[in-house]
């Protein structure tokens, strides 16, 4: 596990929950400690983790999973599947740590650890029960999903960096193979992470449980 990581709240063993937080591109796992205070305050049997990106950024001080210098639609795809065997590992080991199922796992991710969320969700369809995808989006839109993973997708529509268009059409292609698969978007919200993308967090996570994790 990155020892760069920041334990918000440790559960019990097995805990209820276990919410991995990752960040977004030349960020540190400081960056999502706010909301994963806020996601301990509501899931008192959780553990709640801030994961620091396993590769030092290439363009600030920070961190991150793979490269955006140069990034095309043509390669991004093939970074982020070069990525992924340090993610997986990173989330298998945290699952082992704390004896957490994939049923009772979340993975929590912003901007570029949106986009490895989404695509280690839809490739490994035994990691994790719910992703929350905040100003995120597909590396490529998967011709099927995992039917064990519930998605959430979460976007301001102000957001210039990643714009809110990439989670309306992930939200029509993966209604239409028939995903679990919720979209918020919010108007005056631009790429960051305020109270009210908190609050919809929320809500989802407390809502209804997934229909696939019940099937």
Request: glycine letters at 6%; proline letters at 6%; charged letters at 20%.
């Amino acid at each position: 596990m990155n020892s760069n990581s920041i334990v918000v709240q440790q559960g019990s063993k097995r805990p209820d929950q276990l919410i991995l937080l990752f960040h977004g591109v030349g960020a540190t796992p400081d960056y999502m400690v706010p909301l994963g205070h806020r996601l301990a305050g509501e899931f008192r049997q959780a553990t709640v983790v801030s994961i620091a990106a396993r590769f030092p950024s290439d363009m600030s001080w920070g961190h991150q999973w793979f490269s955006v210098q140069d990034v095309t639609e043509d390669n991004r795809p093939e970074r982020v599947a070069a990525a992924m065997p340090e993610f997986l590992a990173e989330v298998h080991a945290w699952q082992k740590n704390e004896d957490a199922t994939a049923a009772t796992t979340i993975l929590v991710g912003f901007s570029q650890g949106a986009i490895m969320a989404l695509e280690a969700a839809c490739t490994f369809p035994a990691l994790a029960g719910q992703v929350v995808a905040i100003a995120g989006r597909f590396a490529r839109l998967p011709a099927k999903t995992a039917p064990q993973t519930a998605l959430h997708l979460l976007h301001g529509e102000q957001d210039v960096v990643i714009p809110y268009r990439y989670t309306v059409e992930a939200e029509h292609h993966l209604l239409g193979i028939g995903s679990d698969v919720t979209v918020d978007l919010l108007p005056s919200i631009g790429h960051e992470i305020d109270a009210e993308i908190m609050n919809r967090i929320v809500e989802r996570l407390k809502g209804p449980a997934p229909k696939s994790l019940w099937e």
